[in-house]
T-cell receptor, first 114, second 113 residues
Framework: DGGITQSPKYLFRKEGQNVTLSCEQN?????MYWYRQDPGQGLRLIYY???????QKGDIAEGYSVSREKKESFPLTVTSAQKNPTAFYLC????FGQGHVEAFFGQGTRLTVV | DQQVKQNSPSLSVQEGRISILNCDYT??????FLWYKKYPAEGPTFLIS?????DKNEDGRFTVFLNKSAKHLSLHIVPSQPGDSAVYFC????????????FGTGTRLKVLA
């Protein structure tokens, strides 16, 4: 079954710690994305990558970092510099350069800072 | 600056009636528009889309209308069913250049039995 897997589903972090959220896809998609969902604010784009070894900042990249060393993997690190990291994080992927296509989402990771 | 806006945070509709969800955008360069449905603690699932060269796209009970001059799109669900109760996000994308999806803030639809 093709899809996007995010792990873990729930994550707790102490203030001042970095934490990495995993996102893996077996859809052979070139493009991958990280979004953050907060109540009343929809989905806001953190980072996106259109090809391996390349990525761009989205609208709210401060306090986050990513890497794209493999086509199927796009991990997101929430650093201690992120002022309000408690949120629901969503990873997505899509084909790239093939016209009008939809993005497919994982099931999300709920991060809570304690 | 919110490029994609959903001004109604919530909507309640009786089962069997029509649900109309609205979305406005500001960037005239967007050329593809999508609607996603989302349940709590789950990822959004793709529902229906429309290219900027069309003004209507229909898929079963779901129809999306696009008014480019008004920079407005809407999703019609007819007839509405209790299982349609969820948060609906509209999204816009550019299929050239930066190629990313910009989402609205969502509308929570509640279909009353």
């Amino acid at each position: 079954d093709g899809g996007i897997t995010q792990s873990p589903k729930y994550l707790f972090r102490k203030e001042g710690q970095n934490v990495t959220l995993s996102c893996e896809q077996n859809l052979n998609h070139d493009a991958m994305y990280w979004y953050r969902q907060d109540p009343g604010q929809g989905l806001r784009l953190i980072y996106y990558s259109q090809i391996v070894n390349d990525f761009q900042k989205g609208d709210i990249a401060e306090g986050y970092s990513v890497s794209r060393e493999k086509k199927e993997s796009f991990p997101l690190t929430v650093t201690s510099a992120q002022k309000n990291p408690t949120a629901f994080y969503l990873c997505a992927s899509s084909t790239f350069g093939q016209g009008h296509v939809e993005a497919f989402f994982g099931q999300g990771t709920r991060l809570t800072v304690v | 600056d919110q490029q994609v806006k959903q001004n109604s945070p919530s909507l309640s509709v009786q089962e069997g009636r029509i649900s109309i969800l609205n979305c406005d955008y500001t960037n005239s360069m967007f050329d593809y528009f999508l609607w996603y449905k989302k349940y709590p603690a789950e990822g959004p699932t793709f529902l229906i889309s429309i290219s900027s060269i069309k003004d209507k796209n229909e898929d079963g009970r779901f129809t999306v209308f696009l008014n480019k001059s008004a920079k407005h799109l809407s999703l019609h669900i007819v007839p509405s069913q209790p299982g349609d109760s969820a948060v609906y996000f509209c999204a816009a994308s550019l299929t050239s250049g930066t190629y990313k999806y910009i989402f609205g803030t969502g509308t929570r639809l509640k279909v009353l039995a």
